[in-house]
């Protein structure tokens, strides 16, 4: 029974294949001829082909460093995929066979007047070689295979900087390896320009967002043992915490440190890298006999305890404002010597950490920390 219905189906297949195609000839005829007197616009539409193209998943980072592997912008591996931007429609698409992709490297401006049209000569006479004498311009797994219309980059780096170059920018390409034999076109794919420096820069390389133990020549505006890294040094001010910890505590001391020679918007500059900073979740405590108040990792109060009575962050107001200041500065310089305990910040964002959820996920683990200190009689 089996054999007899695969036997049918074999025997039926080109019958279909072939009342398909004449109806569709004759359908597109129809359109063609009444389109024609009708709606030039419509009778193109119809009749488009398929426009093909690579497309990368992601851009790189605005500046890279040579022999340092190539990733996307949130340092993960690159990807392409194939797409079809027939029309106004823009769809990841695939073909039935596998295709071999090559990755080369760009002049910045291309293409002239950034624009998204070019041509596939233009596109290889802007391709940028090796300088005389030196090592391919890009080293390690150039070759890529599309299947089932999606890539993988694999470890890749550049082996020069863009410098010696009119635009000092590179962009990184992708197109159909030459010698490929495909029945479609398919067009090539870049992404935005970028600047390639020397590896040696990456030493003194600025972290984006900085991590409270850096240190603190990692901040935009403050240069590794230039003259503001030096002054922050002799305050004992080494690493992003401690700056932070200064500008909550005091900041007209610590932009009395930086001095004249730090300009208002280097200063706006600093500070705003500074805040990017995400905070993790450890809390400290500095508890006496009558208080016990709570500090983010920068010295910020999440809440006070003051004769029994539970103030939040913002809570305070005379009296009980200048008592918590006192408390806070006296924490400061007692750094060391306050215990630490796990809060519930969870990494937020300093910029962000004074929301409401956030707030309210904080006074909530707060609660339970307490709640456990009362039963030790430690409040």
């Known amino acids: 029974?089996?054999?007899?219905?695969?036997?049918?189906?074999?025997?039926?297949?080109?019958?279909?294949?072939?009342?398909?195609?004449?109806?569709?000839?004759?359908?597109?005829?129809?359109?063609?001829?009444?389109?024609?007197?009708?709606?030039?616009?419509?009778?193109?539409?119809?009749?488009?082909?398929?426009?093909?193209?690579?497309?990368?998943?992601?851009?790189?980072?605005?500046?890279?460093?040579?022999?340092?592997?190539?990733?996307?912008a949130d340092n993960a591996p690159l990807q392409i995929f194939l797409i079809d931007a027939r029309g106004n429609r823009v769809a990841q698409t695939t073909l039935p066979y596998l295709i071999k992709l090559e990755l080369?490297?760009?002049?910045?401006?291309?293409?002239?007047?950034?624009?998204?049209?070019?041509?596939?000569?233009?596109?290889?006479?802007?391709?940028?070689?090796?300088?005389?004498?030196?090592?391919?311009l890009l080293a390690g797994e150039l070759t890529?295979?599309?299947?089932?219309?999606?890539?993988?980059?694999?470890?890749?780096?550049?082996?020069?900087?863009?410098?010696?170059?009119?635009?000092?920018?590179?962009?990184?390409?992708?197109?159909?390896?030459n010698g490929t034999t495909s029945d479609v076109t398919i067009r090539e794919a870049m992404t935005d320009p970028f600047v390639v420096k020397d590896h040696r820069g990456e030493l003194y390389k600025k972290h984006h967002p900085p991590m409270l133990e850096d240190d603190v020549w990692r901040l935009e505006k403050i240069g590794k043992h230039g003259i503001f890294h030096k002054k922050l040094e002799a305050e004992g001010i080494n690493t992003v915490q401690d700056f932070l910890k200064l500008f909550v505590v005091n900041p007209m001391k610590l932009r009395g440190i930086l001095g004249?020679?730090?300009?208002?918007?280097?200063?706006?500059?600093?500070?705003?890298?500074?805040?990017?900073?995400?905070?993790?979740?450890?809390?400290?405590?500095?508890?006496?006999?009558?208080?016990?108040?709570?500090?983010?990792?920068?010295?910020?109060?999440?809440?006070?305890?003051?004769?029994?009575?539970?103030?939040?962050?913002?809570?305070?107001?005379?009296?009980?404002?200048?008592?918590?200041?006192k408390l806070v500065n006296e924490a400061y310089l007692n750094w060391h010597s306050l215990e630490e305990v796990e809060g519930g910040l969870n990494g937020t964002p300093l910029l962000t950490q004074g929301s409401w959820l956030a707030s309210y996920i904080i006074s909530s683990c707060l609660d339970i920390i307490i709640l456990f200190r009362k039963s030790l009689n430690v409040v």
């Open 260 to 325: 004249q020679g730090m300009s208002e918007r280097m200063w706006e500059v600093a500070i705003n890298h500074a805040k990017e900073c995400l905070l993790g979740s450890k809390l400290y405590v500095h508890s006496g006999s009558d208080y016990t108040i709570f500090l983010n990792p920068i010295c910020q109060v999440v809440q006070a305890i003051i004769n029994g009575h539970v103030y939040p962050a913002r809570g305070f107001n005379g009296v009980a404002k200048a008592y918590v200041e």
């Open 104 to 136: 080369v490297v760009l002049d910045g401006d291309f293409p002239k007047g950034n624009t998204t049209c070019w041509t596939s000569e233009e596109f290889n006479n802007s391709i940028v070689k090796e300088r005389t004498g030196k090592r391919p």
């Open 1 to 72: 029974m089996a054999n007899s219905l695969q036997n049918f189906c074999s025997f039926l297949e080109p019958v279909l294949r072939k009342v398909v195609n004449e109806e569709i000839e004759r359908g597109l005829s129809i359109i063609t001829t009444r389109s024609i007197s009708r709606s030039p616009s419509f009778r193109i539409q119809a009749l488009e082909p398929s426009k093909l193209q690579l497309s990368f998943s992601k851009n790189l980072s605005p500046s890279i460093f040579t022999v340092s592997k190539i990733l996307d």
């Open 144 to 177: 890529i295979t599309l299947r089932d219309g999606f890539g993988i980059v694999g470890d890749i780096e550049f082996t020069d900087n863009s410098s010696w170059i009119r635009s000092r920018r590179f962009r990184l390409g992708v197109k159909v390896t």
